[in-house]
């Protein structure tokens, strides 16, 4: 293994690492170029995103150079290039932001604020780029609410209180359709042809459970993946049989806190958590009377907070804990 400190990279062959000077939550990966952006966690307002480049065949992931680093107002809750333009970013925090990556530099593009009636706007939990139409991006909030933006225009298309509590994420399905879960303990579904309805997918079996995150299965949109709060547990739901999961993966040692679909596979789902282990999981056509164990494991340094597996390198899962970015060759 080596270490070049000018890099803070290790690397072997089935990972690399990237060391930064602060502790690291939000990632999102791009392709062509290929790049990862890392956003720190600092509990202070002034944070930091840092652009990384990632180089598959050389096996290297490190500071673009010239500096793509830019300020962030406090942690980005999550990170995420645009579908399909490789130049824009969207982070969530106080705001949804667009950023405009440029040759030498980042320029803000924009700053959205989904509040009607005041120049401040409830923390933003997460949110989601629609694949399919672009233009549409979804945040959730504490405020119950989730705010569908057309962010071509600046504007916003619609915003429901989804929940009866802080929803935490949410999730596109369709270029309509997309789900959300919350604080209240429920997966719902929201159609936006149809926005006085939505569908309960999924309860917390415990009452006041929250929900933390949701991954839909863009390989086959009937499956989704949620995890409860302080839970060891992933569930798998089949929104064709509301209520009742069609999995639960339970081989986690303590909390899981990231669930990422295989962008190239419906069968396989990625777990990370406090457990400090990133488990992959081959979902069988019919669960056996043990439970589901997973078909590989790999154990990082602490806690792991942050997972994606991207489209955009579906050979490679980041993962975040501490200090450090891993890429993790599948």
């Not at 997309?178 to 569908?199: M, N, Q």
Request: aromatic share 8%; glycine share 4%; hydrophobic share 40%.
């Amino acid at each position: 293994m080596e270490h070049s400190s000018q890099e803070s990279l290790m690397k072997h062959s089935n990972s690399i690492t990237y060391e930064s000077p602060y502790p690291l939550y939000s990632l999102a990966i791009s392709h062509s170029p290929y790049r990862v952006a890392i956003g720190s966690f600092l509990e202070t307002y002034n944070n930091r995103v840092d652009i990384l480049s990632f180089d598959p065949d050389a096996l290297t992931l490190k500071p673009h150079l010239p500096s793509l680093s830019f300020d962030h107002p406090y942690p980005p809750t999550k990170l995420m290039f645009h579908p399909s333009n490789p130049n824009l970013l969207a982070s969530s925090g106080d705001f949804l932001r667009l950023w405009d990556l440029r040759d030498h530099s980042v320029e803000p593009l924009s700053v959205l604020n989904n509040s009607k009636s005041s120049e401040f706007c409830a923390p933003l939990t997460s949110f989601d780029w629609n694949d399919i139409e672009p233009r549409r991006v979804g945040t959730s909030s504490i405020d119950t609410t989730c705010t569908i933006w057309d962010v071509d225009k600046g504007v916003v298309e619609t915003q429901l209180i989804a929940h009866d509590k802080e929803v935490y994420d949410i999730a596109w399905g369709e270029a309509r359709v997309f789900a959300s879960v919350s604080a209240d303990g429920s997966v719902r579904i929201f159609d936006l042809r149809d926005k006085e309805h939505s569908t309960i997918i999924y309860e917390s079996p415990l009452p006041d459970t929250p929900l933390l995150r949701l991954a839909w299965n863009k390989q086959d949109l009937r499956y989704m993946a949620t995890i409860l709060m302080d839970s060891n547990k992933v569930v798998i739901l089949d929104i064709r049989s509301p209520t009742i999961p069609v999995a639960e993966l339970e081989r986690h040692a303590a909390s899981v806190n990231a669930i990422s679909w295989a962008p190239q596979s419906s069968r396989h789902i990625c777990s990370a958590g406090d457990d400090t282990q990133a488990l992959i999981w081959e979902l069988p056509t019919v669960a056996g009377p043990n439970g589901i164990d997973p078909m590989s494991v790999y154990s990082a340094g602490s806690e792991i907070n942050q997972l994606q597996w991207s489209a955009a390198v579906p050979d490679w899962i980041a993962i975040a804990f501490s200090n450090k970015m891993q890429l993790l060759k599948v």
